[in-house]
């Protein structure tokens, strides 16, 4: 048992070609696993009956031409799934059932993959540690009482733990990338409008992508090959000829030119992300890689420009909680009253703390003010971008500025929480694709990821210079399995 | 500029979330620090810049308005947080 769950996605599949094991065995071996692992409280639902039944149907007769055959997955409870409760990690939707299946998950479905259940994290996406979740804080496997981060907290906890072979998460502001980055996996966010956002609780719909998280950057090759997909359901999904990233994956990076933005090299880093940033940069030289300084001067404001565009549109989506057709409900004396305290009973602190601030900015007299100038900011940061990219192919830079934390550390001050996202926001507010691969270690032995930024649509480009780095880092968490009972 | 109580109480109204005066105080707290750190933007000249209103720059699809998913009307209404089999249930509107 400890062979299955210690094998790679593409290890798995092709163990299950070769029918060298069957999908019931590993998708016991992982329910196994999960049994012992219930204090790192990754999964807020279990499918485990459901998973074994169809395990039982694939091994009888699957197909195995399928991308992910009878390979049992579980995800984010962000996605809806056609009849199992999808909460959004928010007392508000602690009873939701879904009459639909967002796209990415389909997608998984129809290609053989099996769901095991849906995994912890933050409120309705908001956090960058797990703490904000209504079903409680996730603990990650790299130590005790140490943050996963978030908002893909549970899942990141859940594939490093090795509790699911692979998982998907969800990316706003770098929730993919960050906890990624504090759990030693790889977490790749596509460019805007790859994946579709059908079927996904909304946070901030400009902003929101899904994408792979998994052991390695073939693996997360193969998981994009599976999701990215034009859907007529999103109406921002891009129609654009995708690759056959898994397949087409080279370590063959000679002449590829990589930029340095200066401007990342924030006050107060901690010299072990700046030398694991100077470590990436003299491994890709040695790879063949051309780097080159580049700037890109509006780095500073993308995190406030970040904070009036994300809670705007968040305060907008989540309108529809309102107690009416599904959902939490308190009583009230009238129909104001029961919207009140639905919404206040129903929405945890930093839920209603963004809310606020989006009503705030987008009120009668302070539009203009806030919304509109983040929007101006919007478009200088990816300006930005674009003018770098005249002379660079992607961009390098560390994924977080610094290692994970212990639980409580930063939920007294919403700021200090925020800062954690100042590398991967610029990311998000342009559209880019960009993926964390780990890369070292800080002193507590806590994993540190790097963060590679790419052009619109060229997730090839960024997976093949992860996976050419990936092969000479030979990064290993060696987790001592402390949270088994 | 800081936001006080009183405007604190006015978006928690717009917001339809009910909050007491303990909780106005935390959230004029935290709304004030988190303000702070946006008035950054201020510093940045934006007059001759065009708002980024969606990075994914395509005019939006027409599709036909077509029926395709049928007979889900119980599994919608299941959802409904009041017991009514038929509708969905609000407290009295009109006296």
Known sequence: ?485 | MSIDLKTIKHIAKLSRISIDDKKAKELEKDLNSIFEFIEALNKVDTKKVDPLTSIAETSLKLRGDDVKTKNIREQILKNSPDENKDFFVVPKVVE
Request: with cysteine.
């Open chain 1, 1 to 485: 048992m400890s062979d299955i769950i210690n094998l790679t996605l593409s290890a798995l599949i092709n163990k299950i070609k070769k029918k060298e094991l069957s999908s019931q065995e590993i998708t016991n071996a992982y329910i196994a696993r999960a049994e012992k692992s219930k204090d790192l409280n990754t999964y807020i639902t279990t499918d485990f009956e459901n998973a074994i039944e169809k395990a039982k149907k694939f091994d009888e007769k699957g197909n195995f031409d399928y991308k992910l055959p009878g390979v049992p997955l579980a995800v984010k409870d962000l996605f809806c799934t056609n009849n199992l409760k999808t909460t959004a990690g928010s007392k508000i939707l602690s009873n939701f059932i879904p009459s639909y299946e967002s796209t990415v998950t389909q997608h998984l479905w129809d290609e053989g993959a099996i769901l095991l259940g849906k995994l912890n994290c933050d409120e309705f996406a908001m956090g960058s540690s797990n703490e904000t979740s209504f079903f409680g804080n996730v603990e990650s496997p790299v130590g005790k009482k140490v943050v996963p981060g978030g908002s893909s907290g549970g899942s990141a906890s859940a594939l490093a733990a090795k509790l699911t072979p692979a998982t998907i998460g969800t990316d706003t502001g770098g929730s993919i990338r960050q906890p990624a980055s504090f759990t030693g996996t790889v977490g790749l966010k596509p460019t805007y409008g790859s994946c579709s956002r059908y079927g996904i609780v909304a946070f901030a719909s400009s902003l929101d992508q899904a994408g792979p998280m998994t052991q390695d950057v073939s693996d997360a090759a193969l998981m994009l090959d599976v999701i990215s997909k034009y859907d007529t359901k999103d109406s921002t999904s891009v129609n654009f000829k995708r690759g056959d990233y898994f397949k087409s994956l080279s370590s063959n990076i000679k002449g590829k030119k990589i930029g340095i933005p200066k401007e990342y090299r924030v006050d107060g880093m901690p010299k072990e992300i700046e030398s694991l940033w100077q470590d990436g940069i003299t491994l890709l030289k040695k790879l063949g890689a051309k780097i080159i300084d580049i700037s890109l001067p509006h780095t500073k404001y993308a995190l406030p420009a970040y904070y009036i565009v994300a809670p705007a549109e968040a305060s907008s989506n989540l309108a529809r909680y309102d107690g009416v057709k599904y959902g939490y409900r308190s009583e009230g004396e009238n129909l104001i009253s029961m919207y009140e305290n639905t919404r206040s009973e129903g929405f945890g602190d930093e839920v209603k703390r963004r809310i606020m601030i989006g009503t705030y900015v987008l009120s009668s007299g302070y539009y203009d003010a806030y919304y509109l100038k983040a929007q101006k900011i919007r478009r200088l940061i990816k300006n930005d971008f674009d003018e770098a990219y005249k002379s660079v192919d992607a961009i390098l830079t560390p994924s977080t500025p610094s290692s994970a934390f212990k639980i409580g550390d930063k939920t007294d001050d919403p700021v200090s929480m925020y800062l954690n996202d100042i590398f991967t926001v610029p990311v998000n507010l342009s559209g880019l694709p960009a993926i964390s691969i780990p890369a070292g270690k800080d002193k507590n032995n806590y994993p540190l990821g790097l963060q590679l930024i790419g052009k619109a649509f060229e997730e090839q480009n960024l997976l093949d210079i992860s996976y050419s780095m990936e092969k000479e880092l030979s990064f290993k968490n060696n987790l001592q399995d402390w949270w088994i009972k």
